[in-house]
């Protein structure tokens, strides 16, 4: 599904990924651990196209993406949430999915559709998916108006309205309670059964172990450890990695 | 005094309408990319010169007239936003407010060489307008005013509509707001801020129709245009477009009831306008539109 070849990123002489590769499996839920700084927010900005990498490539279905612009990825499949949430607070909940719905108009002819009719489609759609992630009741509020969990909830559902089959979550576990917690993860789990892949940044260990077929640990923007969940638990450079932030 | 008021009301809505058509290209383009583009009143400056083009020197029918200058306006805006403003859209805000000073004194250039610096006015000689008398005698009104006035109104509608239901409305809405999100969502920027240009240098040129149909046309009639739209949509609390149609309604309002109703010389409008701007501003720092802004400051 996705192939990260040495994959380099630098801010003047800071090498915020350096010369990374790893790949995701297509169906699996991968997930991207490491301390804080390890470059795992800025993999994700490169490989959905925000920022442009130094060197290396990325390639997302056996394409060649790396010189896309981030829209006609999302085009292509990637979906993705952000650390800090970033929903359109102005617009109800219900119109931050229609808004992710795929088509945007490419053709001059398309700009004053769609009609009513379509509409009301968009609108059902628009609702399954708040009913999926349990927020039906809240489509008409504005969506800056939600709690903080409900508004992860959102972003999430919001990722999925992209019709994306590659969903990238960062940090999909922070700052919510256990039930939450599990709600998201059993969402996860539905939408993976139904044949989506997911890439996940969290802190959450426990999460993260739990939910992953494979785990990616970074350090210092380069791949430290690649393997199933129990492997990485194991590995001492992982541990070292952990350790040696906490000396800090 | 009141027999002259329906006179003086039209004389508003008119001059209103004109800001209006002008403030929201203003207010548009500050939506997505934060800066007041300053070429906005010389878009409408040359909006007037491709209509005397096409009308009065072309000889074309006044209605294929007005769509041409709409179609050949806004693929000037694409063409001005992809070679100036696209390749500093990263850059802090000032620098495509600088260059917005320049394409505007460019386009000013441009209709020189091509029209020549003399006034020129769309009245040919021996023609007369139509003119309605309403009210008993106390209201005349020009056959292209109303026309006018049914176009701008048109294209508010549309706009408003295009705004709120298509699918490239919302996708402004969301570019807007977070250009990162609008991208990885699948919306392309590019298309969009395109779109945005189109729009609002299409609406002033069919300013610039409006304001040459009254007056002359002059190089420099945009400047005095430019700052007036730019008053509505400070008025009006920036970035809302509501806001800037209202400012605008104030400011077309006020400066024609001042020099209407009092004996203060016309010659004095402007000044008095900007004063009761300084005015409002002080009772509504961001506008009366703009308490948004300020809330969101504070979170």
């Known amino acids: 599904m996705l192939k990260v070849q040495n994959l380099h990123k630098q801010f003047g002489g800071v090498k915020a990924v350096n010369h990374c590769s790893f790949e995701v499996e297509e169906g699996s839920i991968t997930g991207l651990i490491g301390p804080n700084g390890a470059g795992k927010t800025t993999t994700f900005d490169l490989i959905s196209g925000l920022m442009k990498p130094t060197e290396g490539h990325i390639h997302i279905k056996g394409e060649d993406v790396t010189t896309w612009p981030a829209h006609k990825r999302a085009r292509a499949g990637i979906g993705r949430t952000f650390q800090a949430i970033r929903i359109f607070p102005e617009m109800k909940a219900i119109d931050n999915i229609i808004v992710a719905f795929p088509k945007h108009p490419d053709k001059l002819r398309d700009v004053f559709t769609p009609t009513r009719k379509k509409r009301e489609q968009l609108k059902v759609k628009a609702m399954k998916l708040l009913k999926d992630v349990g927020i039906a009741d809240k489509a008409h509020l504005n969506a800056g108006d939600l709690s903080y969990g409900q508004k992860k909830l959102l972003e999430i559902a919001r990722a999925v309205a992209t019709g994306a089959d590659f969903i990238m979550l960062d940090e999909p576990a922070a700052g919510i309670n256990l039930t939450l917690l599990n709600q998201i993860r059993d969402y996860i789990l539905k939408l993976n059964k139904e044949g989506k892949t997911f890439f996940i940044v969290e802190h959450n260990m426990q999460f993260i172990m739990d939910i992953s077929d494979k785990v990616v640990v970074m350090d210092q923007g380069k791949e430290i450890a690649i393997g199933k969940p129990e492997e990485i638990q194991n590995n001492p450079r992982v541990i070292e990695a952990y350790l040696g932030k906490k000396k800090e | ?299």
């Not at chain 2, 809505?13 to 500050?30: E, N, P």
């Open chain 2, 1 to 299: 005094m009141l027999e002259i008021l329906p006179q003086i009301i039209w004389f508003s809505l008119l001059a209103s309408a004109i800001y209006a058509l002008v403030a929201i290209g203003l207010s548009l383009i500050f939506g997505i990319l934060e800066f007041i583009n300053f070429a906005q009143g010389d878009f409408a400056m040359v909006g007037a010169y491709l209509f005397f083009g096409f009308v009065i020197e072309g000889g074309l029918p006044w209605w294929i007239g007005i769509a041409m200058v709409v179609i050949v306006a806004a693929l000037m805006g694409v063409v001005i936003e992809r070679i100036t403003f696209k390749p500093v859209r990263k850059s802090p805000p000032f620098i495509p407010l600088v260059i917005s000073i320049g394409v505007g004194a460019l386009l000013q250039a441009i209709m020189i060489f091509k029209f020549g610096g003399s006034v020129k006015s769309y009245r040919t000689e021996g023609s007369k307008a139509e003119v309605y008398k309403l009210f008993g005698d106390t209201l005349s009104v020009t056959q292209s005013q109303i026309t006018l006035m049914f176009v701008t109104a048109g294209l508010l509608l549309g706009l408003y509509l295009f705004l709120k239901y298509s699918k490239t409305g919302t996708a402004i809405r969301a570019v807007a707001d977070n250009q990162d999100v609008a991208a990885i969502l699948g919306v392309s920027i590019n298309k969009t801020i395109g779109i945005i240009f189109a729009v609002g240098t299409a609406l002033a040129a069919v300013a610039g129709v409006m304001i040459a149909n009254e007056q002359n046309l002059s190089i420099t009639m945009g400047l005095s245009l430019g700052v007036k739209a730019f008053a509505a949509v400070v008025l009006g609390g920036v970035g809302s477009l509501p806001g800037a149609i209202v400012g605008a309604f104030i400011i077309g309002f006020s400066e024609n009831f001042i020099v209407g109703l009092t004996p203060i010389p016309s010659s004095y409008k402007d000044a008095i306008v900007f004063g009761l701007l300084i005015i409002m501003l002080f009772l509504y720092p961001n506008g009366l539109f703009g308490a948004k802004a300020e809330e969101e400051a504070r979170a």
